[in-house]
């Protein structure tokens, strides 16, 4: 059976969590591929809401394998942490599997992370803190750390005061920070593995064995694609390699590319961005900055703030220009549109259809920060339909004027909307087409 790759089509915070927890059900296995405890995802199901940083949002199906693959950088005490949580709230994680070729997110990361944003000032990038870039770089620059290393004290012990050594150095000479003490990493980071050790394995040759059976595999993208370290709005984008962008399944979980052959692009009604960049379509103040941020049109529980940071979300109107960007990037095959209930209060709506630059029209991403900044959204105007939508569970109940809206975005994507979110339950979904098995009426 061919693999599955959901993926945010925007700048994260798509409502990735709930399409993979909805489509779970028919999939054995269930893979995170990329970036860290930087990104978040919030469930909402019978057992109440959930928010996760590593753990696959299919973990609350208890008869699939969830693989926290070989592409994602792991903080081992927040993983912990969060593995404490779901089963101190009933949720099995037996079924959890961590790839021994992760990398893992050490002490200094976090340091250098925060240290770095201070020194760039206004160029800062607004990230996490987290500390998942800095782990990424030393991944590229081949003085990782891995899983696997934890599960070995002699070979981790060796290793560790190895990259120390350098990285101290780097703490005070550079940004003026206290070194960190070598023993106290080992025996804090030895505890972690031996905690975690159950868990650890060859995650690669289990996901190709379950591929080689015909399971389907559901690849569980973290981030937005414009977030991509290649394809996005550079340089305010992830450090995630591999990639937030389909492509970039197959090589952060270890299936050849050809096992991919559906991708569902996650996309939001209108649009949100956490931490800094240019946002053409962006709305800085007023009411409708207001109703967007709050969920004041939607479901309870749709306000516009961070799962990771808590930071507030920039809002602005639903960029077309990217969205046909991202989906093209993407090869999407399937789209799920998520928070159209958060529109319902608008009297009307705007789609960026083109951007002005200059004296241009444009319809892609432009190519500099300069020419993002500069750009100018060219919108086309909708009614909207000032009715509740979240109990509505099929396509042909929603009133007119949404089904309208939803049907110009469909063309601006050029590709099908298979499900809409309209609420945050895992019932609140409209699916007009079931994508692992026959249409739906």
Not at 24 to 36: L, M, Q
Not at 210 to 237: C, K
Not at 359 to 380: C, F, G, M, N, S
Request: contains cysteine; glycine residues 12%; aromatic residues 6%.
């Amino acid at each position: 059976m061919p693999a599955v790759v959901v993926i945010g089509g925007q700048w994260g915070d798509e409502g990735k969590g709930r399409v993979v927890d909805f489509h779970s059900r028919y999939c054995s296995v269930i893979a995170r591929y990329s970036a860290g405890n930087n990104a978040g995802h919030t469930i909402i199901n019978e057992r109440g809401k959930f928010a996760l940083h590593l753990v696959p949002a299919g973990i609350f199906r208890q008869d699939n394998t969830c693989v926290i693959g070989n592409g994602v950088v792991i903080d081992p005490a927040k993983l912990l942490e969060e593995i404490k949580m779901l089963t101190d709230r009933g949720v099995s994680t037996s079924r959890l599997m961590i790839s021994q070729h992760a990398h893992v997110i050490m002490p200094w990361h976090p340091l250098i992370d925060r240290a770095d944003e201070e020194l760039r000032g206004e160029l800062a990038i607004g990230t996490t803190g987290t500390g998942t870039g800095p782990a990424f770089h030393d991944k590229v620059g081949r003085s990782g750390i891995r899983m696997a290393d934890l599960l070995d004290a002699a070979h981790f012990r060796w290793k560790l005061r190895t990259v120390l050594e350098y990285k101290n150095r780097v703490l005070t000479r550079l940004y003026g920070l206290e070194p960190l003490d070598a023993e106290e990493i080992e025996a804090r980071y030895l505890e972690y593995g031996n905690q975690l050790r159950a868990y650890v394995g060859d995650t690669i040759s289990f996901v190709q064995e379950a591929h080689g059976r015909g399971e389907m595999i559901l690849l569980e993208g973290a981030q937005g694609s414009l977030l991509d370290l290649d394809t996005g709005t550079y340089p305010y984008v992830t450090s995630s390699v591999p990639a937030s962008v389909a492509a970039g399944g197959a090589i952060g979980i270890g299936l050849g590319p050809t096992a991919i052959e559906r991708v569902v692009g996650v996309y939001k009604s209108y649009q949100t961005r956490v931490g800094h960049g240019p946002m053409p379509t962006e709305i800085t103040d007023g009411g409708d900055m207001e109703m967007l941020r709050e969920g004041l049109g939607g479901a309870a529980g749709t306000a516009e703030y961070g799962t990771t940071t808590g930071r507030p979300r920039r809002v602005g109107w639903l960029d077309g220009v990217l969205a046909s960007y991202t989906a093209r990037i993407n090869g999407v095959t399937s789209v799920a549109l998520t928070r159209l209930d958060s529109l319902s209060a608008f009297e009307r709506l705007k789609i960026c259809v083109a951007y002005e630059i200059g004296d241009q029209r444009v319809t892609t991403l432009p190519a500099t920060i300069a020419d993002a900044v500069r750009a100018k959204p060219i919108y086309e105007e909708m009614p909207g339909w000032q009715e509740d939508v979240t109990d509505v569970r099929h396509f042909s109940d929603l009133p007119r004027d949404a089904q309208n809206y939803v049907r110009r975005v469909e063309e601006l994507l050029g590709a099908r909307i298979d499900m809409i979110s309209v609420g945050p339950e895992r019932s609140q979904a409209i699916v007009t087409r079931d994508i692992f098995g026959a249409a739906l009426g």
